[in-house]
């Protein structure tokens, strides 16, 4: 049977004190060689712990305004793309048209009244964009697309150059068709609200508002060209070519303004890009200001901390060696 003396007894149970002292240090010096940072927030502060929270806080608001402000940016970067892409798909038809019908060839100006419908469907769809669950051009009614189909907008229209027997009639018509408030265009072919969706968030509380629904004018002239090029040929009430040929070439002329226009929004969109970026930048440099504030009061040495986690390691190694000596002590051993 084995026995102890009692001060070995002591030894021993000091041993394992020491040994799971050990085994504290070893677990802190892991988590501080990990982080980079003191694990004893109190310590570090001299009890003044509430420094360490207004820093951490500061920084959690920071990283939250980054996160809204990344938001808001994807979706004017969505809205960009629609407005680019929509200008980009006209392709200079406008010219094109007009090139046509100085030609004197009926044959040339069909395709491009055919091109004119295609496009016009292209654009419309770009225009119905959304991100998530957010139609982009709908205004305050985010949860419904902005255009209705094209093909309502096209028979609408041959509906109306139909009861026409001249161009300039038939473009008045359409222009109350377009441009009346509370008409046919906002009823039947703007399906968004009537109010600017809500004003993009940039952080900490900041807004900026972007006033662009379907119903923009640049939006809607081109909309208006490109669907009387597409229905010019078939649609008046006369057979007077030189009056088909004139809504066509006012159709193009309308199609070039919103093209024009376009391009203008593009530039408006583009101030408020600019803006959302230059409030990325201050929220980085806040952030990086304030993460090296936070470093400089609580942080550790992460070699170092390395470095102490391998000799406590060692320590921790030798203990267990001699407490396995100690635990195999007997009285026989004593008396050999």
């Known amino acids: 049977m084995k026995t102890a003396s009692f001060p070995d007894l002591l030894g021993y149970t000091r041993l394992g004190r020491t040994t799971a002292q050990i085994r504290d240090q070893i677990q802190t010096a892991s988590q501080e060689a990990v982080s980079g940072l003191q694990s004893d927030l109190t310590k570090a502060t001299n009890g003044d712990v509430g420094r360490a929270h207004l820093l951490q806080k500061a920084q959690s608001d920071i990283i939250q305004a980054q996160e809204v402000n990344s938001l808001s940016t994807a979706r004017l970067d969505s809205m960009t793309r629609s407005i680019t892409n929509s200008r980009e798909a006209l392709s200079n038809i406008d010219t094109r048209a007009v090139i046509a019908l100085n030609s004197n060839a009926s044959e040339g100006i069909a395709p491009i009244a055919d091109e004119a419908e295609d496009k016009l469907r292209l654009i419309m769809g770009q225009f119905n964009v959304s991100l998530g669950e957010r139609n982009l051009f709908s205004g305050d009614k ?23 027997t001249n161009a300039d009639d038939a473009i008045s018509a359409v222009n109350d068709y377009f441009d009346t408030a509370g008409g046919d265009f906002e009823t039947r072919i703007y399906q968004g609200g009537d109010n600017f969706a809500p004003a993009l968030p940039l952080g900490n509380g900041q807004t900026i508002q972007l006033g662009i629904t379907g119903q923009h004018e640049a939006i809607k002239e081109t909309l208006k060209g490109l669907a009387i ?40 969109i583009g101030v408020t890009s600019e803006t959302l970026k230059s409030v990325s930048e201050k929220y980085e440099s806040e952030k990086n200001a304030l ?38 002590l007997s009285l026989t051993n004593f008396l050999r």
């Open 229 to 268: 090029m597409a229905v010019s040929q078939d649609s008046l009430a006369t057979t007077d070519t030189d009056e088909t040929n004139k809504l066509f070439q006012m159709g193009a002329q309308i199609t070039g303004n919103g093209g024009s226009a376009l391009i203008s929004l593009e530039s408006e």
């Open 291 to 328: 993460s090296i504030a936070f470093q400089n009061l609580f942080g550790r040495d992460q070699y170092e901390a390395a470095a102490e986690l391998q000799q406590l390691q060692v320590q921790l190694e030798a203990s267990y060696t001699i407490t396995a000596r100690l635990s195999s």
């Open 142 to 164: 985010t949860d419904t697309p902005t255009f209705a189909s094209a093909d309502v907008l096209l028979d609408d229209l041959r509906a109306i150059i139909g009861t026409a």
